[in-house]
């Protein structure tokens, strides 16, 4: 009998989520209505920032964040390779250059010297990635900025839910952008927000998200008036209520999730204590949120493979950006700006960690890949 696939990565849906759907499929509101006001303003409960900006993906979030800080032709952006392609291709959006700073080699995280060296008189912004859901040293980062008189954006889009030395993700850069996709922490199937202390930012996010203009249809509504003004070049980011009212019923179960990944992968480290496969370092002043858990290995495409084949769905993550096809054709990057993304690149996997998994899962992944290398 084959066991039950094992996906990186799910969803956990339920009847009170469904409910809260069809609640707002039932009222006037089905877009820009009063359940987005809502969620932005449980997700700015849960982290403490001061204003939300909810849009319909992570990668808009980001989007917004580079247009809110002035991002535009000429303009340098800091950026870790290790990511995803939202991270440098928001920057290309805004028609900025991302520069691509190196990684810490244990956790996979911006290394603060390699910012710094990466700074010229171009340098507009950094970007830094709470890669897997870790947050990175925003206190080094913020320092570098302060130094050089540079906005500070997060992409914390693996990242809700955790911490920095006692302070939520969300409250740690000038901007902080977040992702609701399936495998995130909460879903509201697509969608993103941005969190910011800054009002005069979380306005001209507000209106990047539509079409640049000054107000929203339910705001001329309650208002009773209809007039309204472009102000600026916007793009139709807006996320739906019935989205919003998805991820504010997500949101209650949210600590109880962030649990239950860090109880998941405190069994990985145990079973991969003195083993050939090495889990990434956890810095020891942060709560990690685990929205990957990744591991290096010799031989990683032998054990992806035989994980695959075991219906185990272990994945990567990532390819360092700059080698995508569409980075080298346009950048024409032939050496090797970030040795070490590029050496543990060959070796990271990411294994299976949602919080519907159970403990036997875990111990079925570990023993296959103890298999694999002994």
């Not at 340098?123 to 906005?151: F, M, N, S």
């Not at 939520?168 to 996709?181: C, E, M, N, Q, R």
């Not at 990944?261 to 083993?275: P, V």
Request: aromatic share 10%.
């Amino acid at each position: 009998m084959t066991k039950e696939f094992l996906p990186y990565g799910r969803q956990s849906i339920c009847d009170d989520d469904i409910a809260a759907v069809v609640d707002v499929l039932r009222s006037d509101w089905l877009t820009t209505g009063p359940a987005v006001e809502r969620f932005e303003a449980g997700i700015c409960g849960f982290t403490g920032a001061k204003y939300g900006v909810a849009v319909n993906s992570g990668t808009a979030a980001l989007h917004a964040a580079m247009h809110a800080i002035g991002i535009g032709v000429g303009d340098e952006v800091i950026v870790p390779p290790m990511t995803f392609a939202a991270t440098a291709n928001c920057v290309l959006y805004q028609g900025g250059t991302p520069v691509f700073a190196d990684v810490e080699p244990d956790t996979l995280l911006i290394d603060p010297g390699a910012v710094e060296v990466a700074i010229t008189p171009r340098t507009k912004a950094i970007i830094g990635v709470d890669y897997a859901g870790q947050p990175c040293d925003w206190e080094a980062l913020r320092g570098i900025a302060a130094k050089h008189g540079l906005a500070l954006v997060a992409d914390a889009c693996h990242a809700l839910g955790a911490q920095y030395k006692g302070r939520k993700v969300g409250t740690l850069a000038d901007i902080s952008a977040f992702s609701f996709h399936p495998v995130k922490h909460i879903t509201t199937g697509e969608g993103g927000m941005c969190l910011t202390d800054n009002e005069t930012l979380a306005v001209r996010m507000r209106a990047f998200r539509g079409h640049g203009i000054s107000s929203t249809a339910a705001q001329r509504e309650k208002a009773g008036g209809w007039f309204y003004e472009m102000t600026d070049l916007g793009y139709n980011y807006r996320i739906s209520d019935i989205q919003c009212a998805l991820g504010a019923s997500q949101l209650k179960k949210l600590t109880r999730w962030i649990a239950k990944r860090n109880e998941l992968a405190a069994i990985y480290d145990t079973a991969f204590t003195e083993s050939v496969v090495r889990p990434l370092a956890k810095r020891s002043d942060v709560v990690h949120a685990y929205h990957l858990y990744i591991v290096r290995v010799a031989e990683r495409d032998v054990a992806f493979k035989s994980l695959r084949e075991s219906g185990i769905g272990a994945n990567v993550h990532y390819v360092p950006v700059y080698l995508h096809p569409y980075y080298r054709e346009h950048f024409g990057i032939k050496e090797c700006p970030c040795p070490v993304a590029e050496s543990v690149y060959k070796e990271i996997l990411t294994l299976p960690l949602w919080p519907g998994m159970v403990e036997a899962d875990v111990w079925r992944i570990v023993d296959k890949l103890k298999n694999i290398f002994d």
